[in-house]
């Protein structure tokens, strides 16, 4: 069976930085779009960014200027670099393939995704 699994979540103080992964059994991320999505508490699912299959990348509007989408294929890994953590940010994060722009990460009619990492940023 396919899976996506992220790591690297975790709490920080404002400030402080963070590189999620996206690691898959199953699925080759040079033949797949892989996006990563935040949901904090209260609010909808929000798609930051998306590397594509050829490696562009596309970031989406609620992508903070402060965070980079990249890829280790030798690892078949994305990553989420995240610099200048603020508690805004607090939140838990996704990576999925073919994920759409659901409403709710947790409920999702498309695509593979993972469990989630949580991000917590105190002030």
């Known amino acids: 069976a396919v899976q996506l699994v992220e790591s690297g979540g975790g709490s920080v103080q404002a400030g402080g930085s963070l590189r999620l992964s996206c690691t898959s059994s199953?699925?080759?991320?040079?033949?797949?779009?892989i996006g990563w999505y935040r949901q904090a508490p209260g609010r909808r699912c929000d798609l930051l960014s998306t590397?594509?299959?050829?490696?562009?990348?596309e970031d989406m509007f609620p992508m903070p200027a402060r965070f980079t989408i990249s890829r280790d294929l030798a690892k078949n890994t994305v990553y989420l670099q995240m610099n200048n953590l603020q508690p805004g940010d607090t939140a838990v994060y996704y990576c999925?393939?073919?994920?759409?722009?659901?409403?709710?990460?947790?409920?999702?009619?498309?695509?593979?995704w993972g469990r989630g990492t949580q991000v917590t940023v105190s002030s």
């Open positions: 999925a393939a073919g994920g759409g722009w659901p409403d709710d990460c947790t409920k999702t009619p498309y695509g593979q």
């Open positions: 199953g699925l080759a991320f040079d033949e797949t779009d």
């Open positions: 590397i594509l299959q050829d490696g562009r990348r």
